[in-house]
């Protein structure tokens, strides 16, 4: 399964991931012919009331594995940071979730305090993960977060299967990133950023929604309500909006 997998992420050809929050949303998904569909872990924590990046829906999130196992597409699984700083927790987590065929998960090392993990701690707990037959997407907040360098990451994460940035809009940037390292490089899709064609055009191997999905969702169910009140339309809410509404880490 990773293998089909890996070979959909094809730099100049990249291969965009739709993030579904629950089975219907995957379902919808699959229905639209993607070969393979994504979660997001904000959708997730969202949809159950708990906090996003808190390591809160471990059991949420296997559940919801579970569930889409059944859809004709191949699964990529948004686990946060592995719900745990103690690899060998990590280790079985990926264990339990490859043998429910999952095809690839998506590790970060950003914090919910802000921060971001010890680069050492990061490799380990990528490392953990490997070994599985799942492709392993090591993700670096630094952009996300505001803090750290994005190069020093990429290169240390360099056991992975694949790099992911969320947060980068400059397409020079971008394609410095690619010409960084021989992974894939994933980048988030961003309202009013390059288009699939332009990241297509530096080598970008894999486009994700994240969050986007879902938050217009919400927008969708407020617009309709909004009509049958005679009123205009709701704005996309954004990612601190929604986290604003959960409850704190614990």
Excluded: C
């Amino acid at each position: 399964m990773s293998e089909r997998f890996r070979a959909l992420h094809r730099p100049g050809e990249p291969l965009l991931l739709p993030n579904a929050w629950d089975y219907g949303s995957a379902a919808v998904l699959a229905g639209e012919g993607f070969a393979a569909v994504g979660t997001t872990s904000l959708g997730v924590s969202a949809v159950h009331g708990k906090p996003d990046a808190g390591g809160a829906t471990r059991d949420e999130t296997v559940a919801l594995a579970a569930t889409m196992r059944t859809l004709d597409v191949m699964v990529s699984v948004d686990v946060e940071g592995g719900f745990s700083d103690d690899p060998g927790e990590v280790a079985e987590l990926i264990a339990t979730l490859a043998g429910l065929g999952v095809a690839g998960v998506n590790l970060e090392d950003g914090r919910a305090d802000g921060t971001l993990r010890p680069i050492g701690v990061h490799q380990a707990i990528i490392e953990a993960a490997r070994g599985h037959g799942v492709f392993v997407n090591a993700r670096t907040d630094t952009r996300w977060l505001g803090t750290g360098d994005t190069l020093e990451r990429v290169r240390a994460y360099g056991h992975a299967d694949g790099i992911f940035v969320p947060g980068l809009s400059d397409l020079g940037e971008i394609a410095r990133l690619v010409e960084s390292t021989p992974l894939p490089v994933n980048v988030l899709y961003q309202p009013g950023g390059p288009s699939l064609a332009e990241l297509a055009g530096v080598g970008v191997a894999r486009v994700s929604t994240g969050s986007l999905l879902y938050r217009a969702s919400l927008r969708g169910a407020l617009s309709a309500l909004r009509a049958v009140r005679g009123q205009g339309e709701p704005d996309l809410p954004s990612y601190a909006d929604i986290t604003a509404m959960l409850p704190e880490p614990r």
